[in-house]
């Protein structure tokens, strides 16, 4: 299987970050969710305070089920936040859901990376389907138009995750603005906040730098870069 082969070295760094990034947002959010704010505003008063401070009367937020499973949703409108953010005051929780509040205002906004990343959804979601059976199928097939043609799908994943990187930074930067600046959070409790926010950030760099070696790798294993013996 091509899959097993030397190049997978190439994906260390990234399987070490992902690692630490995962260990790094657990105990992080672990930490800060026992922390409550002084104000004892919960997740959800905030995420309406941000929305009504910003004209976004109209954006209704939903408790929904899971572990931060918090979201925006653009399609439908909605902020969804979970369970332990909706009615939580920890610091942890304010900054979660000051963050996804952060997505509305940026799809209110236009903010232009967000823009990007909506529109190429539907491409990387086939191409997250297809573009590894396409690769495989065109090795098989020794058709290298086929491979091309994965790795093109394949490489708009990995723009989709660069593209995600300024926009969840933004939203976290637009959090951080507001719960300071409205003295919703003291500079203190803000300091953990941010902690959270920044542990969360590293799992989408991760993501990211992943999606990265990847396509380093497809490159290499199909000989686009160097070592083709044509
Ligand atoms: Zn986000």
């Not at 005051?89 to 940026?106: K, N, P, W, Y």
């Not at 290298?144 to 723009?159: C, D, K, N, R, T």
């Amino acid at each position: 299987m091509f899959f097993w082969d030397p190049t997978m070295v190439i994906l260390i760094p990234a399987v070490i970050l992902s690692l630490y990034a995962q260990m790094k947002i657990n105990s992080t959010y672990h930490q800060y969710s026992q922390v409550g704010s002084r104000k004892g505003m919960t997740g959800a008063d905030v995420a309406r305070y941000i929305l009504n401070k910003n004209g976004l009367y109209d954006v209704p937020i939903e408790r929904v089920q899971g572990h931060l499973s918090d979201h925006y949703d653009p399609r439908s409108r909605v902020v969804r936040l979970s369970a332990g953010v909706h009615d939580s005051t920890s610091i942890a929780a304010l900054g979660v859901a000051a963050h996804e509040v952060g997505h509305a205002v940026q799809h209110d906004s236009g903010y232009m990376p967000l823009y990007i990343r909506n529109t190429i959804i539907p491409i990387t979601q086939i191409g997250s389907y297809i573009s590894i059976p396409l690769l495989l199928l065109g090795f098989l097939m020794g058709s290298p138009s086929l491979v091309e043609l994965g790795i093109l799908l394949f490489a708009g994943i990995v723009f989709f995750q660069l593209v995600t990187l300024p926009v969840e930074f933004n939203a976290s930067r637009r959090a951080v603005a507001v719960l300071g600046g409205d003295a919703i959070l003291t500079q203190d409790e803000l300091n953990g906040t941010k902690k959270v926010l920044q542990a969360a950030a590293l799992t989408y760099v991760a993501a990211a730098l992943m999606a990265v070696l990847q396509l380093v790798r497809l490159l290499l294993i199909s000989g686009v870069l160097g070592g083709r013996d044509d």
